[in-house]
């Protein structure tokens, strides 16, 4: 048996952390690096005293309070050093002003702040994830290298400079004005599936980090909840409800990959459909009340949705899917989406068809490094029974793949259509 206090430690930083920072952090007017800061030492100081005074009835709470009186502490500090040394402590501020107030928090949960700040566009793309998952979710910096697979130091630096970008540019600890809101929110939730389709990606032979999926969906939850008229927050929250629902099903006993098509539907999570479709139905309305068309991330849910709907392979909506492909183009236009659509013409009008799009693909220097785009027309060319042309996009596919689960699934097609290996 573990140590319960550490245990109580442990869950409440995976719970609790991104609260506790973000009200600290609007206590101290968006200073994010002096808010992580206080709300490690709140942590370290549960570990030394609930051992001795028992885990708290709330350690939300405790961690909350004992984190904002040691950024309280600093604050005092501060406004004695500006007394006795004014020219050596200048601030534009007025020092004897509190940052932030308790009306603030009614109006705007601080967990929502923190995201948009984390998020700002002055950021570099990969530390916007990495702050979020370093502020937010709570995980170390060792933690979040290995999910990118970079090397730690490479990492920490990666993360003190977005800090430092927070501090220099004065992005604001704040929830961008409406007309800023789109284009921002956007960034919000784009990161957030990232760090979703980074959990699904694994990493050496895990198929699915389950900690940053979760942490994803932790996110896009808060989000849906802070801000319940936004079509697309809604529409993330049910794109990764739908797509988790089947996450029982993506592995076998002896965890490796089983495509969507050799899913035992039966092992797919229905609760989580049922929320994934509620959401879907809830983003759809407001997208209509509002007199906007669907986006990204609610049309994406719809995909998966088509999905999860369907009792069987056979069964599924391709037509309809493949519609729902062409929205999704005409408002993201990427490489990636027309794969995926290739792939839906395929089963929806034959595999020929799709293959024809998918060759027209090839070129594209997005996908140049991408193993999916081979992948796809390596099962398409399967289907058609032209082993010898599958066999050569296989292994074009499994070049552009490390170990793990994804190799392991495209070594054994490839055996399939080559089983003595002897096709160029």
């Known amino acids: 048996m573990g140590d319960p206090v550490v245990d109580a430690v442990e869950q409440a930083h995976r719970s609790e952390w991104g609260s506790v920072l973000a ?29 001795d005074r028992g885990v708290p009835a709330r350690p939300g709470a405790w961690l909350t309070t004992t984190a904002k009186n040691r950024a309280l502490d600093r604050v005092r500090r501060e406004r004695a050093m500006r007394a006795r040394y004014p ?10 002003a509190v940052p932030g107030s ?36 709570g995980l170390t910096t060792e ?7 970079v090397p730690e130091p490479t990492m920490a630096a990666r993360i003190t400079r977005a800090k430092k970008k927070i501090l220099a540019a004065g992005i604001p600890y704040r929830v961008p004005g409406d007309d800023d809101l789109p284009e921002r929110l956007d960034g919000v939730l784009t990161v957030i599936h990232l760090v ?57 006993a002896a965890g490796r990959l089983v495509v969507l098509e050799d899913q035992d539907r039966s092992r797919w999570d229905a609760a ?11 983003a759809f309305t407001t997208s209509l009340r509002s007199g906007s068309s669907p986006g990204r991330f609610l049309l994406q849910a719809a995909i998966a949705g088509a999905h999860d709907e369907a009792a069987s392979w056979a069964a599924t909506d391709w037509a309809g899917i493949v519609m729902l492909y ?87 097609r490839l055996a399939q259509v080559d089983p003595d290996g002897s096709a160029d």
């Open 196 to 252: 979703f389709t980074t959990g699904y990606a694994g990493g050496g032979e895990l198929l699915v980090r389950a900690d940053l999926v979760e942490r994803a969906l932790d996110l896009a939850r808060v989000l849906a909840v802070l801000m319940p008229r936004e079509p697309e927050a809604l529409g993330l929250l049910a794109l990764l409800e739908l797509t988790d629902a089947r996450r029982a099903a993506r592995v076998d």
């Open 102 to 137: 308790e009306e603030d928090a009614v109006l705007v949960d601080d967990r929502l702040r923190l995201v948009f700040t984390c998020c700002h566009p002055a950021l570099a793309a990969e530390s916007r994830v990495a702050l979020t998952l370093r502020l937010i979710c």
């Open 326 to 412: 062409d929205r999704l183009l005409a408002v993201w236009p990427s490489p990636v989406v027309e794969v995926n659509r290739a792939v839906a013409v395929a089963f929806a009008s034959g595999p020929e068809d799709g293959l024809a799009l998918l060759d027209g693909l090839a070129g594209l220097d997005e996908l140049r490094s991408w193993h999916y785009l081979p992948a796809s027309r390596a099962d398409l060319l399967r289907r058609l029974g032209r082993d010898a042309e599958a066999a050569r996009a296989y292994r074009e596919a499994l070049a552009l793949v490390s170990d793990g689960a994804e190799r392991e699934f495209l070594e054994q």
């Open 272 to 282: 989580a459909i049922t929320r994934g479709e509620d959401l879907l139905a809830r």
């Open 87 to 96: 020219d050596l402590v200048r601030d534009e501020t007025d020092p004897d």
């Open 143 to 149: 933690e979040i290298a290995r999910a990118f697979l």
């Open 23 to 51: 009200a600290v952090a609007r206590l101290l007017d968006g200073d994010v690096a002096t808010a992580e800061e206080c709300t490690q030492e709140a942590f370290e100081a549960a570990l030394r005293t609930w051992g």
